[in-house]
């Protein structure tokens, strides 16, 4: 008897943005899978907020204002030896 799993899963940010929509079959049943990669940032969610030109202060009235940016970590790289 053979089990059947169905997964999904739902989010609903503001400021989601997909890269990438991919479809593929499954090697042992040809069954069709889809997939999205999608990439949400405390700035694209200011972006659809606030509007891209508008700054976004700490407080309301202060004088504090904030920058759209997004910072980018990179981590080492890593050998197959290395684990």
């Not at 008897?1 to 040809?30: F, S, Y």
């Not at 069954?31 to 508008?54: C, E, F, K």
Request: glycine share 8%.
């Amino acid at each position: 008897m053979r089990d059947l799993v169905k997964q999904n899963g739902k989010a609903t940010l503001q400021g989601v943005t997909m890269l990438k929509e991919w479809t593929l079959n499954h090697p042992e049943t040809g069954h069709l899978l889809v997939g999205q990669i999608l990439m949400w940032s405390p700035s694209s969610r200011d972006a659809v907020i606030h509007g891209l030109n508008s700054h976004v202060s700490s407080k309301p009235g202060s004088g504090n204002i904030r920058t759209n940016e997004n910072r980018i970590h990179v981590s080492p790289d890593f050998k197959d030896s290395d684990f």
